[in-house]
């Protein structure tokens, strides 16, 4: 049948074009699936994330449960250097800007009586602006009552009662404590004796022998009528716990710290030298 080498030819070439067609079909879907791979969205390779240190880690967990105070939050009103103190503000009649004196501070438990017992006392330069704080009350009960009473150079005792706070007390829930200016024998009275003090320095300075820096009341750097006008207004009057036979002590009990002992019956404290008296106001 295939004898001849023209038919042996054309069968061979049938063979071919049979065995050809499934190749082609598979080579032309290998194709396409190429193109198509190669038309798509190329992904990048993710990079790992590096991982954090445990400590680090605990760190920015810990500083992220830590409240931060708002703008407007109030300061804190512990005075920590000092635990519980006490805060006052004085005005000593006859003076305007200058507040300027040695005051005396004693604190009193309970209310104002006629024998006081001083359970602390201050020693402290009043500035300026007449405003004072951190004095200890270390040692006293928070809640209880007690008397402050404030004593300046030349002005006799004013009493102010208050309860203490644990953390700041206020004396005079903040407002300012008057004076009264005079008292310039230092013994809780304004009379004639006073007077006779002032009028013997009247009219000195700084600079001249009979110069009484207690008697110059409004700071005005002279001795004149207006100082004696502010006796004179005050005459006869008596400061807080009555009349002292002796002036303030010059020292005090350091702040901080109570007194060991029960003070002397009358004045701010006790001295060395002697007791306190107290008289009875007799005006």
Request: net charge neutral; no cysteine.
């Amino acid at each position: 049948m295939f004898s001849t080498l023209k038919s042996r030819l054309l069968l061979g070439v049938y063979i071919f074009i049979i065995l050809s067609i499934p190749v082609g079909a598979f080579l032309a879907s290998q194709n396409q699936t190429i193109k198509s791979s190669a038309s798509g969205p190329v992904t990048k390779p993710i990079a790992p994330k590096p991982t954090t240190p445990p400590a680090r880690e605990f760190l920015s967990a810990s500083s992220s449960l830590t409240p931060t105070p708002s703008p407007d939050s109030s300061p804190p009103t512990v005075a920590t250097s000092f635990g519980p103190t006490l805060s006052l503000k004085a005005t000593l009649e006859g003076r305007t800007s200058d507040q300027t004196t040695k005051l005396f501070v004693g604190i009193l438990e309970g209310s104002l009586s006629s024998n006081p017992k001083f359970l602390l006392s201050f020693s402290v330069d009043l500035p300026k602006s007449g405003e004072y704080s951190n004095l200890s009350l270390a040692g006293l009960t928070s809640g209880n009552s007690y008397t402050a009473i404030l004593k300046g150079t030349s002005q006799i005792a004013t009493s102010s009662a208050f309860v203490m706070s644990p953390n700041i007390t206020n004396l005079n829930s903040g407002q300012t404590v008057n004076m009264l200016s005079g008292d310039l024998n230092e013994d809780n009275v304004i009379d004639s004796a006073d007077y006779v003090i002032a009028k013997t320095a009247l009219n000195s300075t700084s600079s001249s022998s009979n110069w009484n820096a207690n008697a110059d009341l409004n700071l005005d750097g002279v001795i004149n009528l207006f100082d004696l006008i502010i006796i004179s207004r005050n005459n006869g009057q008596v400061g807080a716990t009555g009349a002292w036979t002796s002036p303030i002590p010059k020292s005090a009990t350091p702040s901080a710290s109570l007194n060991s002992y029960s003070a002397p019956i009358g004045g701010p404290g006790g001295s060395s030298s002697g007791h306190w008296i107290w008289i009875p106001n007799t005006y």
